[in-house]
């Protein structure tokens, strides 16, 4: 139930194009949903976060999509550039407490 | 605001022996995280101090680590008689107040032999 499952584990996107990574979470308690960006050699960046009182929320080229009665949310990244080429994880935490239960991460190449 | 700090970055030690890594964690943010990540996964949680109390624990964190945060600032986080097994990159990430945001440091990875 503290699992979050996440896919695909690799994707490859052409510059220009719409990268969707998806994940499911089991456990409805859950109030928190951070994706964040990692860099080889570096830590984790948050880029955006929802709650599941709000079905979207879109940060420049970044969009959360959440679906509480299907238990899972989903990251687009529109106009895919190189520089998006990293490693994206979503997460999520429990109202009160603080751990960020983290899915197994994919890699996303962007090809010019 | 410098971001977290940690340090090393690297240390590669033999097993059996004690290592020790530091955190330092964005200036006054009351809150701070040990995260592990191995190879091609995600972080997993080892423990959290609000201020210098240390109030949550993963089963993760045997009792060869221990961490601290004497002075609610830094945190240093030790593994005694280390095993390949611990070879991994160690996170910390800190929070302020309640916000959920946690801000991640560039981690340690350690390597045992």
């Known amino acids: 139930q503290q699992q979050v499952k996440q896919s695909p584990q690799s994707l490859i996107v052409q510059k220009g194009g719409i990268s969707i990574i998806n994940c499911a979470y089991e456990?409805?308690?859950?109030?928190?949903f951070p994706w964040y960006q990692q860099f080889p050699g570096k830590g984790p960046a948050l880029l955006i976060a929802i709650r599941p009182d709000v079905s979207e929320k879109k940060e420049g080229r970044f969009t959360i999509s959440f679906n509480k009665s299907a238990k899972q949310f989903s990251l687009h990244i529109m106009d895919s550039q190189p520089g998006d080429s990293a490693t994206y994880f979503c997460a999520a935490s429990l109202r009160g407490y603080n751990k960020l239960i983290f899915g197994a991460g994919t890699r996303l190449a962007v090809h010019p | 605001d410098t971001g977290v700090s940690q340090d090393p970055r690297h240390k590669i030690t033999k097993r059996g022996q004690n290592v020790t890594f530091r955190c330092d964690p964005i200036?006054?943010?009351?809150?701070l995280y040990w995260y592990r990540q191995t190879l091609g996964q995600g972080p997993e949680f080892l423990t959290y101090f609000q201020n210098e109390a240390q109030l949550e624990k993963s089963r993760l964190l045997s009792d060869r680590f221990s961490a601290e945060r004497p002075k609610g600032s830094f945190s240093t986080l030790e593994i005694q008689r280390t095993e390949q097994g611990d070879s991994a990159m160690y996170l910390c990430?800190?929070?302020?107040?309640?916000?959920?945001?946690?801000?991640f440091g560039p981690g340690t990875r350690l390597l045992v032999l």
């Open positions: 990430a800190s929070s302020w107040g309640y916000q959920e945001t946690q801000y």
């Open positions: 456990n409805t308690a859950f109030d928190y």
């Open positions: 200036s006054e943010h009351n809150r």
